[in-house]
């Protein structure tokens, strides 16, 4: 079931408990298979305690941030999300401000974080596995 329609029939609530769910599945997974693991979320699942500790527990989080300006962008070039469906941009562009005020504490807290503002996918990549020393 699309995210989108998780949200309109069932909730934000039971979305985010499915979170910690997969969260927790993956954690218990960790456990028996010893392989890299990339968790790639979406930027509401850290904020719930639980998840951030699950995560922690199982390798090195880098939150991947940018202005809300270029997120409002990205949002009105297609991108789907639950939490910023507004008839305007205006409106959209509050809500982003306003989630990216509430979550702030939590964003803050990986020891890394890459601005994705003005650059690209490959090379966001490669500034993890450099912050990694992965190469």
Sequence with gaps: MPIDVIFAT????????????VVSDIV???????CG???SCGGGLPVREKNYQMLES??????????????LARVLCGETRPLLQSESG???????????SQRATTYHRPRYRIDTTEI???EVCDQIISLLSLV
């Design 10 to 21: 069932l909730g934000e609530p039971y979305f985010r408990d499915l979170e910690t769910s």
């Design 28 to 34: 218990e997974r960790r456990r028996t298979i010893h």
């Design 37 to 39: 693991l990339v968790v």
């Design 58 to 71: 199982i390798g090195t989080i880098v939150c991947l941030h940018a202005t809300a300006e270029k997120l």
């Design 90 to 100: 205006e409106k959209t562009e509050a809500r982003i401000t306003s989630l990216l």
């Design 120 to 122: 690209s996918p490959s």
